[in-house]
């Protein structure tokens, strides 16, 4: 018996194939994403966790952040699984730009300001369930005035730079064969796909799970 099979057995909440699936495709989308805006802006050189999200400890493809973050993917589900989402989420927040951003240092740098700016900004932009879905840029200048006083002046900042540059459409990104090169080193967007292939294969390997990708 699987550690997959023998936690159903159990009746503690794991997520599907499918929600995996999902999760690493919307993973993989963020990162496109950040990194789009990163790579436009010439950014995020000091931080040591590229391609955003994905390498390194507290990554989002590791299981402890899927988890938890995958179950958001459950449909016509009654249960609540805000707890399990708040642990992985947790979890994550140990990379650099979380530990920079998301708590005051005195001497966090401009360049670390910028990348938690940004990812905040783009983590708004998308579809997430928990943050109460898709924002507009006016949406989110708004709600940047609601941030902690030392955040509000780079959320502005990047709201203000990311409108003046094409926003890529990340609803045609229905398949991980469809992350665009465009815009992106080759090298991001060949370890953005690595590291999908990579996360499943140890999935598979430790929690006897089987992708069909």
Same mark, same amino acid.
């Given at each position: 018996m699987s550690l997959c099979q023998l936690f159903k057995k159990m009746s503690i909440a794991i997520p599907t194939e499918r929600e995996i699936l999902k999760w690493f495709l919307h993973t993989a989308v963020h990162t496109y994403h950040i990194e789009y805006y990163l790579q436009q802006f010439q950014i995020g050189s000091e931080d040591p966790d590229r391609p955003h999200d994905i390498v390194h400890d507290g990554n989002k493809f590791e299981w402890e952040a899927v988890k938890g973050l995958a179950l958001q993917f459950k449909e016509n589900e009654t249960e609540d699984f805000s707890e399990e989402i708040k642990r992985s989420l947790e979890?994550?927040?140990? @990379?650099? =730009? =979380? @530990?920079?951003?998301?708590?005051?240092? !005195?001497?966090?740098?401009?360049?670390?300001? &910028? %990348?938690?700016? %940004?990812?905040? %900004? /783009?983590?708004?932009?998308? !579809?997430?369930?928990? @943050?109460?879905? /898709? =924002?507009?840029?006016? @949406? #989110? &200048? &708004?709600?940047?005035?609601?941030? !902690? #006083? =030392?955040? #509000?002046?780079?959320?502005?900042?990047a709201v203000v730079e990311m409108e003046h540059i094409t926003k890529p459409n990340l609803d045609e990104i229905t398949s991980f064969s469809k992350i665009p090169k465009e815009g992106i080193s080759a090298e991001t967007h060949d370890t953005i796909l690595d590291r999908v292939y990579e996360g499943l294969k140890v999935l598979e390997k430790d929690w006897g799970y089987k992708f069909k990708v």
């Open positions: 979890f994550h927040r140990q @990379q650099y =730009h =979380h @530990q920079k951003w998301n708590q005051y240092y !005195p001497n966090a740098t401009e360049d670390a300001m &910028r %990348v938690g700016a %940004v990812d905040t %900004v /783009c983590s708004l932009l998308e !579809p997430r369930t928990y @943050q109460g879905g /898709c =924002h507009t840029f006016d @949406q #989110i &200048r &708004r709600r940047a005035s609601k941030n !902690p #006083i =030392h955040k #509000i002046a780079w959320m502005k900042l």
